[in-house]
C-alpha cells in the first residue's frame, strides 16, 4: 500500500490538520542509506516530519528540516515540498542500538542536546530561517516547540515508528494539528484530550491505522471537513545533470586534478546516488 497525505480543517474552531502515513517511504529511505534499525526510525520521524511540513506551504515552495544533536546519529536532515516529495538522511546511518527500537531510543540517539535549523523557501527576497535549541531531540516534540516559538502558531505534532522485536520498519506515520490565527487554542486543548484518550500512535500504527482514521480520533466531537488526500514517497531531485553542472563550476585546477585522477564521482547525501565521469567527460567539460 503506498504512503497517503489527509489535510483536513476543522473550520468552526479554526484548526487545521495533516495525518499521514509513511512507511514505505521510510522503508525507502533506510534501504537506500543501509541504515541500521535505529537510523530507520529516526529517518521516519524526519521524513515524517519533514511531509507534514510540506504538506502547509503553497504550490512550489519547500522547507528544510536539519536537526544537530549531541546523540550517536549527529544530524538529520531533511528537505520536503509541497506535492508530498521528500528526501533525507542521518549522520550516521550504521549507528548501533539496543532493540527494540522505541520513540524514545530515537529521541536519544539524535540527542537533547544541540539545534533545530527550519528553513524554508517561500519563493521570497530571502529565504525564511529559525532556529531553536532542542530540548529532547524527538522530531515531533521539537517540532511542537517550533511552531509556538518561531510561528507563534500553537500546534500540536505526534509522530512515531513503529519497530519490531528484531529491529525492522512495521508502520510510520503522524498528525499535526494548528491553531489558525485568530482563534483560540482550546479546540487545540480539546484534540490532546482526544489523543490522549486513544492507545498510543505507535500501537495504533500496528492495528493498520490509515491517515482518516488518526483524524477521527483527533477530531472526535469536533466537526471537520478534508480537503484533500494525496500520495507521499520518497524522491530526490539529484539528476548526473546537476552533479555535472556541479563539477562544470568547480575552477580549473581542481578539474585538472580530476581529470589526473582519472575519474570523479559525485555522492548524493540524500539519496546516496553516486555519478561517475571518466576522464574523458571530464577533459570534455575543461575543454567547454
Ligand atoms: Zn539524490
Redesign the pocket.
Known amino acids: 500500500m503506498s504512503d497517503l497525505l489527509v489535510r483536513a480543517l476543522a473550520s468552526q474552531v479554526g484548526v487545521r490538520a495533516v495525518a499521514c502515513i509513511t512507511t514505505e517511504l521510510t522503508r525507502e529511505a533506510g534501504e537506500r542509506h543501509t541504515a541500521y534499525p535505529i537510523a530507520v526510525a529516526a529517518l521516519g520521524h524526519g521524513l515524517t516530519a519533514g511531509v507534514l511540513l510540506g504538506a502547509l506551504l503553497k504550490a512550489q515552495e519547500r522547507v528544510a528540516l536539519k536537526i544537530e544533536g549531541d546523540g550517536r546519529l549527529r544530524k538529520l536532515v531533511v528537505e520536503a515540498d509541497a506535492t508530498g516529495h521528500v528526501?533525507g538522511y542521518v549522520g550516521v546511518p550504521d549507528a548501533s542500538s539496543p532493540l527494540p527500537v522505541n520513540r524514545a531510543a530515537v529521541a536519544e540517539a539524535i540527542g537533547g542536546a544541540g539545534l533545530l535549523t527550519v528553513v524554508m523557501d517561500l519563493h521570497l527576497k530571502d529565504l525564511y530561517r529559525s532556529v531553536i535549541a532542542l530540548e529532547s531531540g524527538a522530531p515531533d516534540a521539537e517540532l511542537t516547540r517550533y511552531f509556538a516559538a518561531s510561528e507563534q502558531l500553537p500546534s500540536l505534532v505526534t509522530i512515531d515508528v513503529l519497530m519490531d522485536e528484531a529491529g525492522s520498519l512495521v508502520a510510520a506515520g503522524g498528525l499535526l494539528v494548528q491553531v489558525m490565527p485568530g482563534h483560540s487554542v482550546g479546540a487545540l486543548a480539546q484534540v490532546a484530550a482526544n489523543l490522549a484518550a486513544q492507545p498510543s500512535l505507535e500501537t495504533l500504527l500496528a492495528t493498520g491505522l490509515t491517515p482518516d482514521e488518526l483524524l477521527a480520533h483527533a477530531f472526535a466531537g469536533i466537526d471537520y471537513e478534508v480537503l484533500e488526500r494525496y500520495p507521499v514517497e520518497f524522491r530526490?531531485s539529484?539528476s548526473r545533470a546537476r552533479s555535472e553542472q556541479a563539477l562544470r563550476t568547480l575552477d580549473r585546477d581542481d578539474l585538472l586534478a580530476l581529470v589526473a585522477d582519472g575519474n570523479a564521482t559525485v555522492d548524493?547525501h540524500?539519496?546516496n546516488?553516486r555519478y561517475e565521469f571518466t576522464e574523458a567527460e571530464l577533459r570534455a567539460m575543461l575543454e567547454a
Open positions: 528526501r530526490c539529484c548524493c540524500f539519496c546516488a
